[in-house]
């Protein structure tokens, strides 16, 4: 799965780079100074499973969280934009279902991440979009590494949002639900 996402991310960004390419007069580039109002942020809870999980050592599932900003680089293609984010990510506890004599042979397993990745965002209609996430990631075990990930937006309000993701990471595939400000 993990290789399909990457195909399809990689895919998407050759796309679209080439689209912005062929097409400059529909090009929009504002190479100007950072501005404040192309941030926003997000955090909402993941519902995390572990992709491989040897002699059932732990649960096969936990609730974690994500808290991430991302800035709009002020470069698009019609209804394309590319955006950067960073975020932390944390898969919660997977708790140990092996015990002896009432005491856990294994720990408890808790993925953590910092990571940042680059999107490409397509707004086929007004305030909903559809997003495609390439990045890389730093931290705990599977965690680590490059990860996918895609996901649908919707602007209920110029400042808030709410957005559903799915990211798949060397041993985590993770759901998030999350709400998006922008100020």
Do not use: C
Request: proline fraction near 4%.
């Amino acid at each position: 799965m993990k290789k399909v996402m990457m195909f399809l991310a990689m895919g998407g960004l050759l796309a679209a780079g080439s689209a912005m390419a062929a097409n400059k007069s529909n090009v929009d580039v504002k190479p100007d100074a950072f501005s404040a109002s192309r941030l926003y942020f997000g955090a909402g809870p993941s519902q995390n499973r572990l992709k491989e999980n040897p002699f059932d050592i732990w649960e096969d599932e936990a609730l974690g969280y994500e808290v991430f900003a991302g800035y709009d680089l002020g470069m698009g293609f019609d209804q394309f934009k590319l955006m950067v984010e960073a975020g932390i990510f944390n898969s919660g506890t997977f708790e140990n279902t092996v015990f002896i004599a009432g005491i856990p042979v294994y720990p408890d397993l808790e993925i953590r991440s910092n990571w940042a990745a680059a999107v490409i965002d397509y707004s086929p209609v007004k305030n909903l979009d559809l997003m495609l996430r390439l990045g890389y990631g730093q931290g705990d075990q599977g965690a680590r590494g490059r990860f996918g990930g895609v996901g649908v937006g919707y602007w209920f309000h110029k400042n808030i949002g709410a957005r559903l993701t799915y990211t798949d990471r060397d041993d985590v595939e993770s759901v998030s639900l999350n709400i998006m400000y922008r100020p």
